[in-house]
């Protein structure tokens, strides 16, 4: 059973396999439903040189008319998905849109099942009906589809991350983790020193009450490094982390690998890393309360109030905001920033991975607006980033941007608003991940230059 959980799903013979039952089961369907008619009937007609029908439809553009119909109706879903009913906030990328296209050729293949179609009637072949053999040729294309939609978003790496099984073995902050009796840590990282025999880093999973907020989060993980787990404990930054949307926050330990950057970090810095906690601002896999207070949640009160106590309250960390950072992906990138010019006080810096602009419920803006504030457009303004950033200054502040350069629309989001922070006072970073798009990818290969980037405002050194 552990060999099944940790069969990788992103390389390997997982992803060959899935190659060749895809690349098998579209010949089948192209076969059966396309090119054993059209040459059966053409060859009838060399042949036996019948006058007065007409010559089969040739192979080449009945699959074009496929692949036609097929991205069409692909770009009618997304349309419907994105402009009428906002699923999402942001166009879904064109590899998986790609990818869907494939899908969906295979579907018609399958649902056309009728090879004489484009003869007459008294010459027409045998139908073909999809059978057993059909069916799964259509399912090997989906699942081929389905593999390379997820390599494109990285956020399942193995069996036991698409399950869940590894997320759910994770335990509950017991109380020998928590703060101690006594007090706030012996001291800062200054007067610290690695002992010879630390452990390595743990994660453990606790709920944050929304104490004043009201908001009802999902469970929080919580990576405590190796000089946590020493005695006495120094004084650890705090690390607060976002998930993008829909998602969860135990994609941070999925898709963007966490419990392995901030375990090779530490090994780098004599067992010290960020105590790292992993927050839920929506409250669902669907949820999006754009990170603010407004008629959906209090979800700003609950990030820089109830989620800031519970962490001093409950964990030996240094509470200096010098020493606090946040960071996400996409939504959760888009929510950092919102905290970092909002919250100044209480968080220093900010990690921003494919952030947008300003946070989004729908692409068209006035949707987010009525939705959020009732159609106050001055209400929802005075809470972007770009708008505080534009009024306020944040010198002494930090922000290390990073976006796939496969990502266009996301590396233009990074420009302006990389543009805007350094105009405002901020000290900036910003990188294009390469060979990444808008994927956890990029959050997983920015974490460890986001990390240095914070080291060096933390003053610490290997």
């Known amino acids: 059973m552990d060999y099944l959980n940790d069969l990788r799903l992103v390389d390997g013979p997982v992803v060959w396999f899935t190659w060749f039952a895809g690349a098998a089961g579209l010949a089948y369907l192209l076969w059966h439903a396309v090119l054993r008619a059209r040459f059966r009937q053409g060859f009838r007609q060399t042949t036996f040189r019948q006058t007065g029908q007409r010559q089969p439809v040739p192979a080449a553009v009945v699959l074009s008319a496929v692949i036609l119909l097929a991205a069409a109706l692909t770009a009618a879903v997304h349309w419907f998905l994105i402009y009428a009913i906002s699923v999402f906030p942001d166009e879904l990328p064109g590899e998986t849109l790609a990818w869907s296209v494939a899908a969906v050729v295979a579907l018609l293949l399958w649902l056309m099942g009728l090879p004489g179609l484009w003869a007459r009637g008294g010459n027409r072949t045998k139908r073909w009906r999809p059978g057993a053999a059909a069916t799964g040729a259509v399912l090997a294309v989906f699942l081929l589809s389905a593999a390379q939609i997820n390599i494109y978003f990285g956020l399942n790496h193995t069996v036991s991350d698409l399950t869940g099984t590894a997320v759910a073995r994770i335990q509950p902050l017991e109380a020998g983790l928590t703060r101690a009796a006594g007090g706030p840590a012996a001291s800062g990282l200054a007067h610290w020193h690695a002992p010879a025999d630390l452990p390595g880093g743990v994660v453990r999973k606790a709920v944050i009450p929304g104490t004043l907020s009201g908001f009802q989060s999902r469970e929080a993980y919580i990576y405590l490094p190796p000089a946590y787990q020493s005695s006495p404990r120094p004084a650890l930054p705090v690390l607060v982390l976002f998930s993008g949307q829909p998602g969860s926050p135990a994609d941070w330990l999925t898709g963007g690998a966490l419990r ?74 888009t929510c950092a920033m919102q905290m970092v010019t909002r919250h100044p006080d209480i968080y220093s810096a900010a990690l921003a991975f ?78 294009r991940v390469a060979n990444t798009g808008h994927s956890w990818d990029t959050a997983s290969n920015g974490l460890p230059g986001g990390l240095d980037f914070l080291a060096r405002r933390w003053g610490i050194s290997p």
Not at 265 to 290: C, I, K
């Open 354 to 431: 494919s952030s947008e602009n300003e946070p989004a419920l729908a692409k068209e803006r006035a949707k987010t607006i009525e939705a959020s504030f009732g159609d106050d457009t001055a209400a929802f303004d005075r809470q972007t980033p770009l708008r505080v950033m534009a009024e306020q200054r944040f010198d002494g502040h930090g922000v290390y941007f990073a976006a796939g350069d496969r990502d266009p629309e996301f590396t233009g989001y990074m420009d302006v608003l990389s543009g805007a922070a350094r105009r405002a006072g901020f000290s900036v970073e910003s990188h």
């Open 260 to 333: 392995g950057r901030l375990d090779r970090f530490a090994a780098q810095h004599a067992g010290v890393a960020p105590v790292t906690v992993v927050v839920d601002p929506n409250g669902s896999p669907s949820g999006n309360t754009l990170c603010m207070d407004s008629r959906i949640a209090q979800a700003d009160t609950f990030l820089s109030r109830d989620v800031p106590d519970w962490i001093n309250s409950t964990l030996d960390v240094d509470p200096d905001p010098r020493q606090w950072a946040v960071g996400g992906f996409s939504f959760g990138g």
